[in-house]
């Protein structure tokens, strides 16, 4: 495995893909299902399925890496892989962002009568006064809520646990370069214990906005973006640990080497992407 | 090789198929129209068409050129240069001034044409699913603007007329020479109003108002269409403008008032069944035909069938009846109607629905009876 | 211990080659077939359009299925025809020409394929649901999308996520192959240009497609879950809509042409027997269309009222495009200067698209100026420009790429002459069907109408019988692909006497697995 040119691995045959496919498909068929018709079923297999696929493949994946298959340039290829895949979830959060920043530095004032659409203003919606946050919207006919979440508060502490994480991943990084095994999956246990604490915060968040502050999705345009901005963060945190979760065991049963770890670092980028998208939401969400 | 000339023979015919068109009337080329602004437009347009179409003379002639000479078959034999940076520099710069050339009168003209101050008329521009809603601000005049084309023309049964499609019942009339302002917006969906003879088109967005203006130099009717697909019946939403003289124009808003006021005190006489039938279904099938259909059996899943439903049928229904069609169903297609029909044509078309299609209940809605709920509410 | 697995050996036999494939040339062609069968069904749908047009009046069908039709067409030919089909290209062709046994990811890759059949299995499924399928154009504007819609736009939300997933985890794909897999002294400025191409495109695709993604999503939740992103009554705009979809929407018609630049650039100096003019601007050009494409998604919208300093930006930053494009076209003719030519089929298509990719261009030049839109919008004139330079642009340059890689995929020389023939009338058809179009559309015909002013007739009908010819031709195409995979003069390793490139050192047709070892390049 000197030249890594010379013999890169080509997995023979695989029927994973294509279960993989008819995972996908149930999920996506099944969600429609679901929302137009009200059944679960299809979904449910879907979601069965597709817990199946990521154990069965990522396995034989696994497998094949202890079998000395992969080359350096194979793991150069998952890098890339994994590296690139970032970048199209960075770009799916812009979107939302893209939303945010759209809906608060040109429609809504619009629709308060500055800028070029002063008429919009006086001839539709005359007794709009809006400010973000917005709490109020133009057709009353939305649920406004009573107040809003205090950025330092839970939101501060969720910040605090991410950013902690990110420094406790690292050292566990370090220990496992440095061959400290036990050291490793310490810092990796405290980092998943964090993620977690970060999942019930939030969910603590999401219970007082709902049952106390009336915000929910309902809420106009700001309760869109909230709870589909930290929403889509959430699902990832969630990912992330169930990640950090299966590296952790993984190490337990000694997978893993001072030189080689990639699955162990893609899951350590994954968590500091988390992490910053955070950081973009902390600002841009709750607090300016 | 045969093919070669053959094919550029095509395209010389097509070049010269496009510029006489150019120059031929309307029906192959963009209007001139009857605006300053339309005018530079239409100036615009052509100056960035004839620089197309040199460019691309010049750019085709050394192909084509080098297609006859420098082919195997007639001995060529290939060089095998492949870079000249002072050439490649002339190919990017050139192409940069002349982008610039073209980009200053388009920019005076955008600029112009956002330019919607000091208005002598306002005139605020509804788009409905499928209608247009005029609102002359200030003069306390309103009106809708339906297709009048007669659907026997559009199925093919009757010869089509000279305006098929391009037809209203209430054109809108505005006066010449004077600065128009429109204020477009939409109930709905979007749509955008347009006239090419203005060169005036404007997206209709719901829950906002956009501006545009146009100031006529011609007396005249002018025809556009609706230009944002808008659902079924986007091809069917035409607009037609009468431009007026000034004197013209003020009869003409005393008149349409005036007859107005009519269809008002109309509500306060007495309506035998048979009238609110006959005015019922004039009213339904110019406002409501779109979308439950001409014998009332809608188009399922989207738009209800009234023929035999609860709602036109049964007797304790009555008053949800009248509700939905004063007051719509937000978030639907579905208007109220209360602000967009009069008192006799909203009773006339409840009647007519509770009614026709054997629907026989022979319930009576008066007039009154509209008047006193739209007034409660 | 490599030497333990068994990854020489050739297919597998029965369905489990194509379900289970890791090969890039199985899942190269499964992408080829599966694009020209959706090409079929779109251009199907194309069919019954111009059947409806034919003369003014309602007469083949009734305007709500108009509609779909209409919205399927462009669906099904953008992200079914010619996205897949360029994919298919890649995966065939990008590991044989950068000297890789194989593209970096085999089972993803299979993944990426099998997606798409299921995608449009779900959209198409939507044509037999209650209410109907989409009926809000292949742009799909909020709140016609949304409020308005039929309820089968759910599954339409969703077969977009699936098509989405596939494009962009194919994307990757392409991008890791290209950045890992070159033989050693392979550099980035020796790559082919088609390879150049892709990468750029594939950069497109990965940072796009998350957008649509989200968008899409937006709408599910304004739909289902009460969110009031694109409603003015929540606080939110309908014109973000068209932000966020512009901003995918405009990256993805150049994901649409890049390819197809790579595609000229490889069979021009073939045929004149002559290297690339510029290969280092071409490399340039392409990446600065690539960047610019990311700021210039509101001409799209120049009429839905955006402030005048943002129409004026892109108006600059879309005519600014033109130059770039301008460079490529140059060179393509620079390359043919002083060559020694030969016009087989292949070269024929090159050259038509040349000519009317140009004509495409310079109606979308047109289409930049901003005032001047104010007329063309939501024309035919608008459909006439986005059809030249997407059908003599992407699927010529994609006919041009299957004439002139088939003998290295079978091994057989295609008919020639079935191959002129199929040139020759898609080239009167489609010249035919579009042209007109020009006309109808600066005399005031709108587009996605059903019915239209009895003045536009005459050019109407001659779009239709120009669409019917244009469209059986490709019939041609099928005898021809089927004739060359059953048979035909056997092929060199070196196809065409001007070629070069790493593809043509592989034996025609090219073994199923190629590149064990990396090969010497230059
Ligand atoms: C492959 C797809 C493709 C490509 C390559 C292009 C290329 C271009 N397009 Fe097009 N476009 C579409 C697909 C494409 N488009 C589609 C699908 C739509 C409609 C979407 C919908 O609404 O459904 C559309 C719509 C569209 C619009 C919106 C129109 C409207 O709705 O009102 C505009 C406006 O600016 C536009 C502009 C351009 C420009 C400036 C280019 C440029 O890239 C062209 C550059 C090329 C040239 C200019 C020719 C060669 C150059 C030279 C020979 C150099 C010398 C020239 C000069 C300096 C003048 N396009
Ligand atoms: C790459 C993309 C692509 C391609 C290749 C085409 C190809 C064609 N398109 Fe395209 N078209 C679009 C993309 C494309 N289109 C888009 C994006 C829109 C906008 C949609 C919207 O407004 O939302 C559009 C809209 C559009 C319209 C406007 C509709 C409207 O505004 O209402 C029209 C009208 O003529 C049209 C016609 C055609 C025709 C005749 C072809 C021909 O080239 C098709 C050729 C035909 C075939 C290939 C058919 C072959 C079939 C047979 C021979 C029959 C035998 C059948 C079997 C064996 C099953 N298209
Ligand atoms: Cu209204 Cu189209
Ligand atoms: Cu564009």
């Known amino acids: 495995m000197k030249n890594s040119h010379e013999h890169y691995y080509v997995p023979s045959q695989s029927a994973w893909p294509i279960v993989a496919t008819f995972a996908l498909f149930f999920l996506a068929f099944g969600g429609g299902i679901l929302i137009n018709y009200g059944s679960p079923l299809l979904l449910t297999a879907g979601v069965g399925l597709m817990a199946y696929i990521f154990y069965g493949w990522f396995s034989k994946v696994i497998e094949e890496s202890h079998d000395g298959l992969y080359s350096v340039q194979m793991d150069n290829s998952f890098r890339l892989g994994m590296a690139w895949f970032i970048f199209s979830e960075v770009m799916f959060f812009a979107a939302f962002f893209g939303a945010l920043f759209y809906v608060r530095t040109l429609a809504m004032p619009w629709l308060n009568g500055e800028g070029d659409h002063a008429m919009t203003h006086e001839l539709l919606w005359p007794n709009f006064i809006g400010e973000w946050p917005l709490l109020n919207t133009p057709a009353t006919s939305s649920s406004v809520p009573s107040g809003l979440p205090d950025p330092f508060h839970l939101p501060l502490i969720n910040t605090i646990l991410l950013v902690i994480s990110s420094v406790t991943l690292t050292i566990a990084h370090h220990a496992l370069k440095e061959n400290d095994r036990e050291k490793t999956i310490r810092w990796m246990a405290i980092t998943l214990v964090l993620g977690v604490a970060f999942l019930i915060v939030q969910g603590i968040e999401y219970y007082e906005a709902y049952a106390h502050l009336g915000l929910t999705l309902e809420s106009g345009i700001y309760g869109s973006t909230f709870f589909m901005l930290t929403g889509f963060h959430g699902v990832h945190v969630t990912l992330g640990s169930i990640i950090l979760l299966v590296i952790l065991m993984r190490l337990l049963k000694g997978h893993f080497s001072a030189d080689k770890h990639f699955g162990f670092e893609a899951s350590a980028w994954y968590w500091h992407f988390v992490d910053v998208v955070w950081l973009g939401l902390f600002i841009f969400v709750y607090i300016v | 090789m045969k093919e070669r000339s053959c094919s550029s023979a095509v395209l010389i015919i097509l070049a010269a198929l496009w510029s006489v068109s150019a120059q031929a009337d309307w029906a192959l080329n963009m209007t001139e129209g009857v605006t300053e602004v339309s005018r530079s437009i239409y100036s615009l347009h052509m100056q960035i068409f004839w620089i197309c179409v040199v460019i691309a003379i010049a750019v085709f002639s050394v192909m084509f050129w080098s297609i006859i000479h420098h082919r195997k078959s007639v001995g060529a034999k290939a060089e095998q240069f492949h870079e000249n940076t002072t050439v490649e520099l002339i190919w990017t710069i050139v192409p940069v001034l002349i982008l610039v050339a073209m980009a200053v009168p388009a920019t005076t003209t955008l600029i112009e044409m956002y330019d919607t101050s000091d208005s002598d008329v306002d005139i605020q521009v509804t788009g409905y699913q499928w209608k247009w809603q005029y609102q002359y601000l200030g003069e306390d005049l309103s009106f809708f603007s339906n297709l009048s084309t007669n659907p026997d023309e559009i199925n093919n049964k009757v010869e089509k007329n000279k305006n098929y499609l391009l037809e209203v019942d209430e054109p809108l009339v505005v006066p010449i020479g004077k600065k128009i302002r429109f204020l477009v917006t939409s109930n709905d969906v979007i749509h955008s109003w347009w006239v090419p003879a203005f060169a005036v088109k404007r997206d209709a967005i719901p829950g906002f108002i956009n501006e545009s203006w146009t100031r006529i130099d011609e007396v005249g009717t002018y025809r556009g269409q609706c230009a944002e697909l808008c659902g079924k019946d986007h091809g069917f939403m035409p607009i037609v403008v009468q431009a007026v003289t000034d004197e013209d124009y003020a009869l003409w808003l005393t008149e349409k008032k005036a007859s107005i006021a009519a269809e008002v005190a109309a509500a306060a006489r007495v309506w035998s069944l048979e009238e609110l039938m006959v005015r019922g279904e004039q009213v339904y099938q110019k406002n409501c035909a779109a979308c439950h259909q001409v014998g009332g059996q809608g188009i399922s899943p989207m738009f209800p069938a009234l023929k035999a439903s609860a709602i036109a049928t049964q007797a304790e229904q009555r008053d949800a009846h009248i509700k939905i069609v004063l007051e719509g169903r937000a978030g639907t297609a579905m208007q109220a109607y209360g602000a967009q029909l009069s008192a006799v044509e909203l009773a006339a078309v409840i009647t007519y629905e509770r009614n026709a299609w054997g629907n026989d209940t022979g319930d009576i809605i008066t007039p009154q009876s509209i008047q006193s709920m739209l007034k409660s509410k | ?522």
Not at chain 3, 130 to 137: K, L, N, S, V
Not at chain 3, 347 to 357: D, N
Not at chain 3, 372 to 395: E, N, R
Request: a negative charge; one cysteine or more.
């Open chain 3, 1 to 522: 211990m490599t030497s333990a697995v068994d990854h020489h050996h050739g297919p597998a036999t029965g369905m489990t080659r194509w379900l289970f494939t890791t090969n890039h040339k199985d899942i190269g062609s499964m992408y080829l077939i599966f694009s020209l069968l959706m090409f079929f069904i779109g251009g199907s749908m194309a069919l019954i359009i111009r059947m409806e047009l034919v003369e003014p009046g309602l007469q083949v069908v009734q305007p709500e299925f108009f509609n779909q039709m209409t919205t399927m067409h462009g669906l099904i030919m953008v992200f079914g025809a010619v996205m897949p089909a360029f994919v298919g290209l890649a995966n065939w062709m990008v590991p044989l020409m950068i000297g890789a046994p194989d593209m970096a990811l085999p089972r993803l890759n299979n993944f990426s394929f099998w997606l798409l059949p299921f995608a449009f299995f779900m959209l198409l499924s939507t044509l037999v649901m209650d209410g109907g399928a989409p009926d809000f154009g292949w742009t799909f504007y909020a709140p016609l999308s949304t409020t308005y819609a039929p309820p089968s736009v759910t599954f339409f939300i969703f077969a977009i996520h699936l098509a989405g997933v596939s494009s962009i985890l194919g994307a990757i794909n392409v991008i890791v192959t290209i950045m890992n897999m070159r033989a050693p002294s392979m550099s980035y400025m020796k790559m082919p240009l088609f390879v150049w191409t892709w990468l750029i495109t594939a950069f497109l695709l990965v940072a796009v497609m998350p957008v649509l993604a989200g968008t899409v999503t937006m709408m599910l939740t304004d739909i289902h879950f009460g969110t009031s992103f694109f409603d003015a009554g929540g606080g939110g705009d309908p014109v973000l809509f068209q932000h966020l979809f512009w901003f995918f929407g405009h990256p993805e018609v150049y994901i649409m042409i890049l390819p197809a630049f790579g595609i000229i650039s490889q069979i021009v100096p073939t045929f004149s027997r002559k290297p690339l003019f510029g290969y280092a601007s071409m490399v340039y050009a392409t990446s600065s269309i690539a960047l610019l494409s990311f700021t210039v998604w509101a001409h799209h919208m120049f009429t839905v009222g955006i402030p005048l300093v943002g129409e004026l930006f892109f108006m600059y930053a879309t005519m600014l495009i033109s130059v770039p494009t301008g460079v490529k076209v140059f060179n393509w003719v620079a390359t043919m200067f002083r060559g020694s030519m030969t016009f087989e089929t292949p070269m024929l298509f090159a050259i038509a698209f040349i000519v009317l990719f140009t004509i495409g261009g310079f109606s979308g030049l047109m289409l930049a100026i901003s005032p001047a839109d104010f007329q063309y919008h939501d024309t035919y004139f608008v459909v006439a420009h986005f059809h030249y330079v997407l059908v003599p642009g992407a699927v010529f340059s994609i006919m041009a790429a299957a004439y002139y890689w088939m003998p290295k995929w079978t091994g057989n020389m295609y008919d020639e002459y079935l191959g002129k023939c199929h040139f020759w009338c898609s080239f009167v058809g489609l010249n035919l069907t579009f042209f007109p179009m020009h006309f109808v559309g600066l005399a005031g015909m709108p587009r996605r109408i059903p019915d239209y002013s009895i003045q536009f007739a005459d050019f109407n009908l001659v779009s239709s019988l120009g669409g019917f010819l244009f469209g059986f031709s490709q019939l041609i195409f099928v005898l021809v692909v089927v004739k060359c995979v059953k048979g035909g003069k056997k092929a060199e390793a070196v196809v065409w006497e001007g070629a070069e490139g790493l593809e043509w050192q592989v034996p025609s047709p090219a073994p199923y697995h190629t590149f064990e070892t990396p090969p010497e390049v230059k």
